[in-house]
């Protein structure tokens, strides 16, 4: 019987989950992914986490505790640097350590280093090294990897063309997504694509009549390119992407207006805000609002302020 | 003659207001909604109702604030209105040319700029209610002044003391620390007044390009010291309307005027204040998120279900309710 290895579905489950599991089945496990986010996880990860921590962290831990009774293994890799140069969140660095210091009984937490600042070749052979506690075969995990990089290619292939990650990793149909009006939703991944942390917001804007763009729609080149329009350059990949998204949308006018969803401890999400409003307040082109999240966010003021914007919004279409 | 009914139902107070085609207010009331939403319509509908002439007929009724989906299924609402919407329309209504709301209320804080009579910006207070009209409220009863002579004790000041505005419990030991020093109550009133208008400006206006005419309504702007306070900050003239503790319930009317053009009106009568509305909640079983669901009833029969994250209670409810809330968006 093959082990089984849970992967949490949070954080950077909607950036890389075709890539991490493609590769696990490949080197022979079997995978178990966590439930949607529920109110459980979410009490169950903030009753374990220190308190300063980000609403997407402690959900996170609500997931291990999810997974924890029906796998062997929980994959938990250590995402230092995505690209060259530059960083992820502390958090992701030292997100192993985190769970494992959690005041609860976890199984064996797995966690492959991703760092691609140490270079292409020291990339793989951290690769060969969490491969080895499955095959002997150094041939076999190469190929599991180079399996998970073409998974990864043809996931970002559906989101270009407009899925949402759930849509895409469950291979559903793309949802309908033309109202006369059009969102960018700016803001980390697993603050966009959770339908919990953000109260359905999606699904909301759709039934108003809205449709939504978020950065999955932009190819990677014109969001790098975006993003360099900073004087100088950000070192945290993934809020790179949240700006090279904002400031596209900002130049080109392609949505109405842009909803900037952040979380409310998140230490590099503060200092986006002031990026996104002061290059919105400069062009004047669209008008952007931010939605601070936290564990304690009603849904009655949240909801109030979308509609409002939305309403504001589509008054200035007439 | 027609008539439109505006009701805005927010945390203190329940406002109920007419208006006519022209968009005039016919009749008003204000009353406080003592945490009974419920009753608060009902008894505002029959105070209403006695105060009313007797050839008025209701051709619109709109609904806003924060018990709006409540009070819009209890009278049948034609339109559901966020109240930052309900607050600028009503704004511009009154001054035509207004180009910054400022609205204090019970429990929040907006602000609202406008050009050439359409919303560019807004923003609302988030988490903190730190410097609205609760926090005056209790300030007035611990001080033992009556909250409508708030204002007037304000503008007796001649020294206005720093009191700390950043949060309301910080700015109460301030305010106690400066009473046990001997300083004169109208003075500390008036540094409480300044010290809620450098709050708001710091945490709302923030970057914010305040012009002229400036309107200034919600329950707070009856109180003369925050007016003057609010004047001194920003160096211009401050502009509160006749109606301005009722704005949104005359933007909620105004709304329905627009909204119902020749189509027949969801307007269920006076009647509703004599029917007993009862609402239940209970905790969902369908999945771990347990949501917390509020049912509205009447004689058992449900009218309308909230609260529930995936939505299928929503679709419980009645269809027009649906019906309402698509075109209060669209």
């Not at chain 1, 980390?188 to 999955?216: M, Q, R």
């Not at chain 2, 009863?141 to 409508?148: T, W």
Request: include cysteine.
């Amino acid at each position: 019987m093959n082990a089984t290895v849970g992967i949490p579905q949070a954080l950077l489950f909607y950036k890389y989950y075709p890539l991490w599991e493609t590769f696990l089945k490949e080197l022979g496990v079997d995978i178990v992914v966590s439930n949607p986010t529920t109110k459980k996880i979410v009490n169950s990860g903030t009753s374990l986490a220190e308190n300063e921590l980000c609403l997407p962290v402690k959900i996170f831990f609500g997931h291990l505790v999810d997974l924890k009774d029906r796998v062997d293994a929980i994959f938990v890799p250590r995402v230092v640097s995505v690209e060259r140069g530059t960083y992820t969140c502390p958090k992701f660095l030292g997100l192993p350590d985190l769970a494992r210091s959690l005041d609860t009984q976890l199984p064996k937490i797995l966690d492959p280093v991703f760092n691609s600042r140490l270079g292409r070749k020291r990339f793989y052979e951290s690769i060969f090294d969490f491969g080895k506690q499955f095959t002997k075969s150094k041939f076999r995990i190469w190929r599991a990897w180079m399996a998970g990089v073409s998974a990864q290619k043809a996931y970002q292939k559906k989101l270009l063309a407009g899925a949402t990650p759930i849509e895409a990793i469950a291979d559903e149909q793309v949802s309908t997504n033309n109202g006369d009006l059009k969102i960018g939703l700016a803001g980390h991944p697993y603050n966009v694509h959770d339908p919990y942390i953000n109260l359905n917001l999606i699904k909301k804007l759709k039934k108003w009549g809205v449709s939504v763009a978020t950065e999955e729609m932009i190819p990677p080149k014109i969001l790098e390119h975006e993003a360099n329009r900073l004087p100088k350059r950000l070192f945290w990949s993934y809020e790179r992407e949240v700006v090279g998204a904002a400031f596209h949308w900002m130049r080109n006018k392609s949505v109405d207006g842009i909803i900037y969803i952040l979380s409310f401890a998140c230490g590099q999400d503060s200092l986006i805000q002031v990026l996104l409003e002061s290059e919105a307040k400069k062009r004047k082109s669209v008008p952007l609002m931010s939605l601070v999240i936290d564990e304690h966010s009603g849904e009655a003021g949240m909801i109030t302020r979308v509609e409002a914007f939305i309403d504001m919004l589509r008054w200035r279409a007439v | 003659m027609r008539g439109y009914l505006g009701i805005d139902v927010g945390s203190v107070s329940t406002n109920l207001v007419v208006i006519d085609e022209k968009g005039d207010v016919i009749n008003l009331i204000y009353r406080r909604t003592q945490g009974q939403p419920i009753n608060a319509v009902r008894q505002g509908m029959d105070e209403l109702r006695q105060n009313l002439p007797n050839d008025i007929e209701i051709a619109g009724v709109g609904t806003t604030g924060s018990a709006r989906y409540l009070s819009g299924v209890m009278v049948g609402a034609d339109i559901i209105k966020n109240e930052i919407t309900a607050h600028a329309v009503a704004a511009s209504h009154i001054v035509p040319q207004v180009r910054t709301v400022i609205e204090i209320g019970g429990q929040d804080s907006k602000i609202i700029l406008l050009r050439e009579g359409i919303v560019v910006d807004f923003a609302m207070n988030t988490v903190c209610a730190a410097g609205t009209g609760s926090f005056l409220d209790h300030q007035a009863a611990r001080l033992g002044i009556p909250i409508e002579e708030f204002g007037h004790y304000a503008l007796r000041s001649k020294v206005a003391c720093q009191i700390a505005g950043r949060c309301s419990v910080f700015a109460e030991s301030d305010m106690i620390h400066k009473q046990q020093m001997g300083y004169r109550m109208e003075d500390i009133i008036y540094g409480l007044c300044q010290a809620l208008v450098r709050n708001y400006l710091n945490n709302l206006a923030k970057g914010k390009e305040l012009a002229p005419p400036i309107v200034f309504q919600g329950g707070v702007a009856a109180n003369a010291g925050m007016k003057k306070a609010f004047e001194e900050a920003l160096k211009m003239k401050i502009i509160i309307p006749e109606h301005h503790h009722v704005m949104g319930a005359i933007g909620a009317a105004l709304l329905a005027r627009t909204a119902i053009k020749n189509r027949k009106t969801n307007f269920k009568g006076f009647e509703v204040s004599s029917i007993d509305y009862q609402t239940r909640s209970f905790y969902c079983k369908g999945c771990e998120n347990n949501c917390e669901v509020v049912k509205i009833q009447v004689e058992g029969k449900t009218l309308a279900c909230w609260g529930g994250r995936c939505g299928k209670w929503e679709v419980q409810g009645p269809e027009e309710l649906d019906a309402v809330v698509y075109s209060s968006t669209n």
